[in-house]
């Protein structure tokens, strides 16, 4: 009897790249997940209430959502703002500028937080003036915002930054020809269309 040839993949060493990809999933995620899971079974219930109400387990809490929140806060205004600027303006070094916003992405996340705790020490080219004042930043919950904002920038800008460029300037002449307002205009035309992508941005930033 003739043998069929079998397909041949698309990507060569298919198999072996599958089985290289499922062994790093599972030694860096499903390995300590799993260990953390079988722990957990293993505790009683006031032992595991115990554990997520320390003091300092409620101390964490507090900082990773409440300087979460108010990173992606600030990320949602001066996104929408960056993306408004990049879309609707041209002016000199805009490529520059525009290219620098993913900087965050290029840039690993230990470097960054080196780099900022760098320049916002007491000793750093910003801290120092800071440290005038009486403001620390370094070290602190004020400087974890600034590292949030730093790192979810991006995520605002680049996802309400389509819906700019695809927005049709065309409602915004209409809604100033029959008597609105620059502000009435963006609240009744440009803010309903970025609603979705603001959101979708922030939810990003938090995460």
Do not use: C
């Not at 915002?145 to 389509?162: E, H, K, N, S």
């Amino acid at each position: 009897m003739p043998i069929l040839n079998q397909p041949r993949s698309v990507i060569p060493g298919f198999g072996l790249t599958v089985g290289f990809s499922l062994f790093y999933l599972g030694l860096i995620f499903l390995i300590p997940v799993a260990g953390l899971l079988f722990f957990t079974a293993t505790m009683s219930w006031s032992d595991f209430w115990s554990a997520i109400s320390h003091p300092q387990v409620v101390a964490s809490y507090k900082l990773s959502f409440g300087a979460s929140l108010a990173g992606a806060t600030i990320n949602l205004v001066f996104g929408i703002l960056v993306a408004w600027v990049l879309v609707r303006y041209t002016f000199p070094g805009k490529r520059i500028i525009d290219a620098l916003v993913d900087l965050p992405f290029a840039l690993p996340t230990a470097v960054a937080g080196i780099s900022l705790a760098t320049l916002y020490a007491t000793t750093g080219w910003v801290g120092q003036y800071l440290n005038v004042l009486g403001i620390k930043v370094a070290y602190t919950q004020l400087g974890v915002i600034i590292a949030l904002t730093y790192i979810g920038l991006p995520f605002v800008v680049r996802t309400v930054q389509p819906v700019l460029e695809d927005l049709e300037a065309e409602l915004e002449e209409a809604s100033a020809s029959l008597g609105a307002s620059r502000f009435t205009t963006v609240r009744r035309v440009i803010l309903p269309a970025l609603l979705p992508a603001a959101l979708t941005g922030f939810a990003l930033a938090f995460a």
